[in-house]
């Protein structure tokens, strides 16, 4: 899937046919990372329902078996015959800490930082975002986010966070994260200001600092988590939405 939405997959994809065909003959370990839908999976796992090598496939189910495969989840996909694992979240001091890791927020209480924590799931990317966010305005920032009412489901949370993290962003910073949320990959400071005629380098900076985009150092290139250019996206959407509603 790209970013929830499903794609199609068929059997005759050149990538599929080239996994099926190591498969027949190595031994691997298949990665299947940000899963969204059972039957997507299984369909890369040529599953049936019973979570037993499709029947119907033209390869030999007892060497397709030859290859482990890891899914990541965050909708809590359930295969059968698969052993889930629960990797869990960051504790109350963890993500304190991760607060904390701003100057600025030291001196909240622990007791509103815990608040805090438990308001971002003790998940690290929404506590890095929502902590650089309150960093800049401390006291009207945890305030206003202690009053926030969030989602007890994760996709609803991390939308609801996101949401009042971007909203604190001033309109410049609002309109280069949108530009860089275009990227499907990661891309360097040259290609956005290629691809957008414009410099951007000091925005680029404050999006890191503020936790929305990452540095892969080794590549010298920015890169943005799937879950934030999904949501970042979604405010593209509803700007042009909003846009065509006053035609």
């Known amino acids: 899937t790209n970013g929830g939405e499903r794609v199609d997959r068929s059997i005759d994809d050149d990538g599929l046919n080239k996994l099926y065909e190591t498969a027949l003959t190595k031994v691997g370990l298949l990665l299947i990372d940000d899963a969204w ?24 189910s007892s060497s397709f078996r030859s290859m482990c495969a890891i899914v990541t989840t965050r909708n809590n996909l359930v295969v ?85 993290s971007f909203e604190s962003l001033d309109e410049k910073l609002r309109v280069v994260l949108q530009h860089s949320s275009s990227f499907p990959f990661p891309f360097t400071k040259q290609s956005f200001k290629d691809a957008f005629d414009c410099d951007g380098r000091m925005d680029l900076q404050q999006l890191l600092n503020r936790g929305w985009l990452s540095w892969l150092k080794d590549d010298d290139r920015f890169a943005m988590h799937d879950v934030v250019r999904e949501y970042v996206q ?13 035609l």
Do not use: Y
């Open 37 to 60: 839908h059972e039957d997507d999976v299984r369909s890369l796992l040529m599953l049936d329902d019973t979570g037993s090598t499709s029947s119907s496939s033209s390869t030999n």
């Open 80 to 164: 059968a015959g698969a052993k889930v694992i629960d990797v869990g979240k960051l504790n109350d001091v963890d993500s304190i800490n991760v607060l904390k890791s701003f100057d600025q927020n030291r001196n909240i209480s622990d007791d509103d930082l815990k608040k805090i924590a438990t308001k971002c799931g003790h998940i690290a990317l929404a506590l890095s975002i929502v902590g650089a966010a309150i960093a800049k305005n401390n006291v009207l920032a945890v305030n206003r986010l202690l009053e926030l009412v969030v989602p007890k489901e994760m996709d609803g949370k991390m939308n609801a966070l996101f949401k009042w």
């Open 234 to 246: 979604s405010t593209i959407e509803k700007k042009r939405q909003l846009q065509l509603s006053k």
